[in-house]
């Protein structure tokens, strides 16, 4: 029989973290700023601590948890709870979640080190740990809700952190609008099953996804199912940015570099692949619905893949990337092939948090000069940063043996397998996607770290990229300083708080896909956490015929298209920007509309801002003068208080103060009493 987990330390994962925030955040002052990164990083690292301790009692001792622990109020017989849900799913990810957070923490001590929001700034990645602990954690759909939320709203405060910057403010708005947008399909879905379920816990609603199944959607020929699913996907297309809700990701890099990577690597923009995987029983219902999260996955990776290689930014480079990665796993949920989309989550959390700080080590190492253009060489002067970013690179091309080869090969042969109808697109997306990555990913890794030094010198135009305005930039800016490295200034390594994260992450972003594909992907450590109805959606069934241990499945993998495509990236990375870099410049002239189409990103910010918000404006016009103020304020307001003057000024006449009009009124009145039993027609004494 299964251990249960103590109800204590579950409630000391996420609480811990909100200590630590509460602290930061309201006591900065008093505390100091050694204070806020040691209460907050203590709040963390007993986070991690705990949910290691969880993953182990899991793993090893079959333990699950699902108990409410605080009942908010029953309207009905629908209960508002707080409860947990802890099985090998939310047991993985608390860790993942707690252990990037704590390298994220360190790892801000040495970037924000002189900035003027430095205990805010920890109260704020502190609150978002506890956010995303509170939403993966959740037994029920409104503990899921606020979670959501919360990660949104932190998510809101980190973009716009440098709130002095108006690009920084449009960038966490701009995050806050799509992201609502995504959220009024989430909690419609939300609705439609507390509505035909008449529940809001997890468990009681899977229970009953058979008799959703058999309903339709009122007024149409939908099935309800379907309906609910898309549903609760859009909310996912939104935080976790699938083409067309993608477009905010991009632009939140205005943000400090620590939360680039907590919010885009393993926690916010993952929380919609971990709530479709908790979905699973309601998913597998539905072909309509996979085939749609099919079609929107395939499309983000390919597609967004594309824009990361004209990107000159080092973090957008690794920002389009993560839409990509983020597309790979949507795929993977639209095949049924749940377990290989949260294995890809996990190792993509590692490598991309990896090379996000190895991003904002080379930013401190180049004066906070971003673009690429400036740097090269630097594999001399940052020893550890090129290694490390080395090795993020390769696990994210899925080299064989890295993390990321058996979590991205998975997904492409799940796709293969699979039959839906939308599968061969999505093929051919995930596959071509792979030569896009490696070619991106090395393109950044070969200008960056490798030939030419070309810092140091002044460049045409702005010498650096605007895109992050840290506390260095802007006291630079102030004061009319020199921003970049100046002629005959070299690069240097960062402190060992910066680098230290660094090579906590490769060591897991080279070894975990390795150890863990076994178990997460063909053991039990799943197994009631996902469902999959193998008969309709074999491609799991498929994928364990065909496993024979994650030693052959990398031998093999030395064998197959995918890794000769992203060995191709490389070598075309290679020959574009180290040995012949005048091509990739005719390239761009022969192929000019296209690029001018990559450049605009797809017209699809243009869209949004011109159609799309100009829609918005001209019904919100509408609303507010027709609606609001013809409607409810010209009829039921207004009018109803032009009502109550007519009245008044009819019957202030009644009121004169003059006795013989009252005596008028009072014979007048006797008189129609007298007579009422004459008047024929009108009730009351007549007919007696």
Sequence with gaps: MASQLSQTLLLTVPLAPLVGAIVAGLAGRVVGRRGAHLVTILGVLVAFLASASVLHSVAVDGARYNETVYEWMTVGGLRMEVGFLVDGLTAMMMCVVTFVSLMVHIYTIGYMEEDPGYQRFFAYISLFTFSMLMLVMSNNFLQLFFGWEAVGLVSYLLIGFW????????????????????DFGFILGIGLIAAYAGTLDYAETFAKAGELATLGFPGTGWALITVICVCLFIGAMGKSAQFPLHVWLPDSMEG??????????????????????????????????????????A????????????????????????????????????????????????THAFFKALLFLAAGSVIIGMHHDQ???????????????????????????????FSGFYSKDSIIEAVHASDLPSAGFAYVAVVAGVFVTAFYSFRMYFLVFHGQERFGQHHAGDHHSDEEPDHHAAHADDHGEHHGLAPGQKPHESPWVVWLPL?????????????????????????????????????????????????????????TLPFWLALAG???????????????????????????????????????????????RGLGFGLWKGGDGGVIDGVFVNGSARLVGGVARLTRHLQSGHLYWYALVMILGVFVFMTWQLWPGLPGLAGR
């Design 371 to 401: 673009d690429i253009r400036n740097m090269g060489g630097l594999r001399k002067y940052m020893p550890i940063t090129w290694i490390t970013s080395l090795l993020g690179s390769l696990a994210l091309i899925g080299t064989p043996l």
């Design 503 to 559: 090579v906590l992450l490769a060591v897991p972003s080279v070894v975990i896909g390795h150890l863990t594909i076994g178990p997460l992907l063909y053991g039990d450590f799943l197994k009631d956490a996902i469902t999959v109805d193998t008969t309709r959606h074999p491609a799991m069934k498929e994928l364990a015929e065909a496993f024979h241990g994650a030693g052959a499945m990398a031998l093999h993998g030395l064998s």
């Design 163 to 182: 709130f002095n910057k108006p690009t920084a403010i449009f960038a966490n708005m701009k995050a806050f609008l799509v992201n609502r947008v995504g």
């Design 570 to 616: 490389v070598v075309v990375a290679w020959f574009f920007y180290l040995i012949k870099p005048g091509i990739p410049a005719a390239i761009g002239r022969a192929l000019r509309p296209l690029v001018v189409v990559l450049e605009n990103k797809y017209y699809l910010d243009w869209f949004n801002e011109n159609v799309l918000a100009r829609l918005a």
């Design 299 to 346: 499309i983000t990776a390919l597609f967004m893949g594309f824009l990361g290689i004209i990107q000159n930014d080092i973090k957008r480079v690794v920002a389009y990337s993560t839409l990509s990665q983020l597309g790979y796993m949507t795929v993977a949920l639209g095949v049924s092939a749940y377990s290989v989309g949260v294995f890809h989550l996990m």
């Design 256 to 297: 400090p570099t620590p939360i680039s990577a907590l919010i885009h690597a393993a926690t916010m923009v993952t929380a919609g692949i971990f709530m479709v995987a908790r979905m699973s029983p309601l998913f597998e219902l539905s072909d309509a619905a996979l085939n749609f999260v099919l079609v929107i996955g």
